[in-house]
């Protein structure tokens, strides 16, 4: 891990906040459906000294105060943050019911994690579920379940978040999103029939938006979800191999190329469930084409799915057989199973993540309260050792400046906890004062380097 060096004054000017691009630009449309939103900003102190003349004791303790004032904002300051992390939390809140995104930032020497000022935000709808971040660092997408919408903020330089703009989903029910330098995909729990619902449920789909680059001071927006021409729809549908049962999405992964995305799904038509994953090939212009061979089997009810950085490799958790399966990622976007899979987890695997530099994967069990590190190597995948966590972890990230620390969400723990990873051994140490408080149920994690730089994929 190497970090550059600055000198105290450039540390103690980099703690001056920036504010959002464009700032008049910012909207808060409300939909029909939804009603939306607000948002808040940080706050920081500042200490004046009065005038007067103070005798020699006074002045003594003054100036040992403002020392430790002064050495309280080197320290803190925003140099020694290597990452901000968002956390989202599935509670409602306010008068909006809407979720909250709880803001960590990670400080570079010991990975303790604690939120800045003003944290939490609103998510500025209700049930957020899943969020990513834009390829440059500058836009957190959230999405909000109940109210069937992707609501876009703008990252300050302080990791504040600005809502910018929302969209409504093709389908009903968003669930998981992903993102590339050009496009935004999210899978919908069903898609936009009009006799859907939880009553009467349907099969669910994958929308795709174009993003639009960012131009001077404004930043991305979304396009109109692209139409698939064979169904004549802003939507293409996850179709059970018989056509008729029921399909279940429940995550989604664009490899680190862009070329292909996948997602994970079950039929609930059947008992066991039967896993499945449907590939889709992305074109030039952002349209799917179903890869040859996809759906591909995935044990009993896939929960996680991660990709590594080359795209060759793709690891999916199965949470009804507790395993993690493994697959090569061919030239075509075909996966062919490798051998060992699946690799044994704890009691109900619910997440996976790969380490985008260094050769390992980790893996969330839910009911055992642990991570299972696993090294890699040609895909196959051996175990580290758990390391426990809070109660019912749901999401895992890693930091994307270092690839240094690791980081869980515990749903019904309502915390996060923080570890240093071994770039060397794949082993896990309890970052400092780990485990850190999060608001209730928290859902998924996402993370920027600070000021945008650092060695994480790019995407």
């Given at each position: 891990?190497?970090?550059?060096?600055?000198?105290?004054?450039?540390?103690?000017?980099?703690?001056?906040?920036?504010?959002?691009?464009?700032?008049?630009?910012?909207?808060?449309?409300?939909?029909?459906?939804?009603?939306?939103?607000?948002?808040?900003?940080?706050?920081?102190?500042?200490?004046?000294?009065?005038?007067?003349?103070?005798?020699?004791?006074?002045?003594?303790?003054?100036?040992?105060?403002?020392?430790?004032?002064?050495?309280?904002?080197?320290?803190?300051?925003?140099?020694?943050?290597?990452?901000?992390?968002?956390?989202?939390?599935?509670?409602?809140?306010?008068?909006?019911?809407?979720g909250l995104i709880d803001v960590f930032e990670i400080d570079s020497m010991s990975g303790k994690m604690r939120q800045i000022p003003s944290s939490p935000f609103p998510s500025a709808g209700r049930l957020p579920v899943a969020e990513a971040v834009s390829s440059d660092n500058q836009d957190l997408f959230v999405v909000n379940e109940d109210d069937n919408n992707i609501v876009q903020f703008v990252i300050g330089s302080?990791?504040?978040?600005?809502?910018?703009?929302?969209?409504?989903?093709?389908?009903?029910?968003?669930?998981?999103?992903?993102?590339?330098?050009?496009?935004?995909?999210?899978?919908?729990?069903?898609?936009?029939?009009?006799?859907?619902?939880?009553?009467?449920?349907?099969?669910?789909?994958?929308?795709?938006?174009?993003?639009?680059?960012?131009?001077?001071?404004?930043?991305?927006?979304?396009?109109?979800?692209?139409?698939?021409?064979?169904?004549?729809?802003?939507?293409?549908?996850?179709?059970?191999?018989?056509?008729?049962?029921?399909?279940?999405?429940?995550?989604?992964?664009?490899?680190?190329?862009?070329?292909?995305?996948?997602?994970?799904?079950?039929?609930?038509?059947?008992?066991?469930?039967?896993?499945?994953?449907?590939?889709?090939?992305?074109?030039?212009?952002?349209?799917?084409?179903?890869?040859?061979?996809?759906?591909?089997?995935?044990?009993?009810?896939?929960?996680?799915?991660?990709?590594?950085?080359?795209?060759?490799?793709?690891?999916?958790?199965?949470?009804?057989?507790?395993?993690?399966?493994?697959?090569?990622?061919?030239?075509?976007?075909?996966?062919?199973?490798?051998?060992?899979?699946?690799?044994?987890?704890?009691?109900?695997?619910?997440?996976?993540?790969?380490?985008?530099?260094?050769?390992?994967?980790?893996?969330?069990?839910?009911?055992?309260?642990?991570?299972?590190?696993?090294?890699?190597?040609?895909?196959?995948?051996?175990?580290?050792?758990?390391?426990?966590?809070?109660?019912?972890?749901?999401?895992?990230?890693?930091?994307?400046?270092?690839?240094?620390?690791?980081?869980?969400?515990?749903?019904?723990?309502?915390?996060?906890?923080?570890?240093?990873?071994?770039?060397?051994?794949?082993?896990?140490?309890?970052?400092?004062?780990?485990?850190?408080?999060?608001?209730?149920?928290?859902?998924?994690?996402?993370?920027?380097?600070?000021?945008?730089?650092?060695?994480?994929?790019?995407?």
């Amino acid at each position: 891990m190497k970090f550059n060096k600055t000198s105290q004054l450039q540390r103690f000017q980099s703690c001056s906040t920036r504010e959002p691009r464009s700032q008049g630009a910012f909207s808060s449309p409300v939909s029909p459906l939804t009603g939306l939103r607000s948002w808040g900003g940080s706050k920081y102190r500042l200490l004046r000294n009065q005038k007067g003349r103070l005798n020699s004791g006074t002045a003594l303790v003054l100036a040992a105060a403002a020392s430790l004032l002064a050495a309280s904002l080197l320290t803190a300051c925003s140099t020694l943050t290597v990452d901000f992390v968002y956390v989202t939390s599935s509670t409602a809140a306010g008068v909006n019911n809407y979720g909250l995104i709880d803001v960590f930032e990670i400080d570079s020497m010991s990975g303790k994690m604690r939120q800045i000022p003003s944290s939490p935000f609103p998510s500025a709808g209700r049930l957020p579920v899943a969020e990513a971040v834009s390829s440059d660092n500058q836009d957190l997408f959230v999405v909000n379940e109940d109210d069937n919408n992707i609501v876009q903020f703008v990252i300050g330089s302080d990791g504040k978040l600005y809502p910018f703009n929302t969209v409504n989903t093709p389908g009903i029910f968003p669930m998981a999103v992903a993102a590339t330098k050009t496009n935004l995909f999210v899978v919908d729990t069903y898609q936009p029939l009009p006799l859907c619902s939880n009553a009467d449920p349907c099969s669910g789909s994958i929308a795709v938006y174009p993003i639009n680059a960012a131009s001077g001071s404004n930043p991305i927006t979304l396009g109109t979800p692209l139409t698939n021409n064979a169904v004549g729809a802003q939507y293409w549908p996850l179709t059970a191999p018989n056509g008729s049962d029921i399909i279940v999405p429940t995550t989604v992964n664009v490899v680190a190329s862009g070329a292909y995305v996948f997602v994970t799904a079950y039929d609930s038509s059947v008992s066991p469930h039967v896993g499945y994953i449907y590939g889709f090939s992305v074109g030039s212009g952002g349209t799917l084409s179903a890869i040859s061979g996809s759906p591909f089997a995935a044990g009993g009810q896939p929960t996680g799915i991660a990709s590594d950085s080359s795209s060759t490799y793709l690891y999916v958790t199965d949470f009804a057989h507790n395993g993690v399966l493994a697959y090569t990622i061919g030239s075509s976007g075909a996966l062919t199973t490798i051998s060992g899979s699946p690799f044994a987890t704890g009691n109900q695997p619910s997440a996976v993540v790969v380490d985008p530099v260094y050769p390992y994967v980790y893996v969330t069990n839910a009911i055992d309260a642990t991570v299972t590190a696993y090294s890699m190597s040609s895909g196959v995948l051996t175990s580290l050792g758990n390391y426990t966590v809070g109660t019912d972890p749901v999401a895992i990230g890693i930091d994307p400046s270092t690839e240094h620390f690791l980081f869980t969400a515990n749903f019904l723990g309502n915390t996060v906890n923080g570890f240093e990873l071994s770039t060397t051994a794949g082993t896990l140490l309890d970052s400092q004062f780990s485990p850190y408080t999060a608001s209730t149920n928290p859902t998924a994690v996402a993370a920027i380097p600070h000021k945008g730089g650092g060695a994480g994929i790019t995407k």
